[in-house]
């Protein structure tokens, strides 16, 4: 089974605090997960790599947007 997370936010004054890693480790943690996707603003695209997410750009025409699709198997 899979989880996707549509948003992730901490608020400023919890940030820098381990509070996105920890709940990304609960749900890397439960058995019947075997993959977390997430889509992510280019500015966090950086933790998400550092948490062993691998990161793919798209180009949405539609909303002329560029999204990060952020995957984490296993």
């Known amino acids: 089974a899979f989880v996707e997370i ?5 608020d ?7 509070v996105a890693k920890a709940l ?5 943690d439960s058995e019947r997960v075997d993959e977390i ?6 500015k ?3 933790f998400f790599k550092h948490l062993g997410f ?3 750009e798209e180009y949405d ?7 990060f699709i ?4 296993g």
């Open 24 to 28: 990304i480790q609960y749900v890397r």
């Open 6 to 10: 549509m948003h992730l936010a901490v």
């Open 37 to 42: 996707i997430v889509e992510s603003p280019e």
């Open 70 to 73: 952020c995957r984490l198997k």
């Open 12 to 18: 400023d004054a919890f940030r820098s605090k381990g």
């Open 54 to 56: 691998k990161v793919k």
């Open 61 to 67: 025409q539609i909303t002329d947007v560029v999204r």
């Open 44 to 46: 966090n695209v950086e």
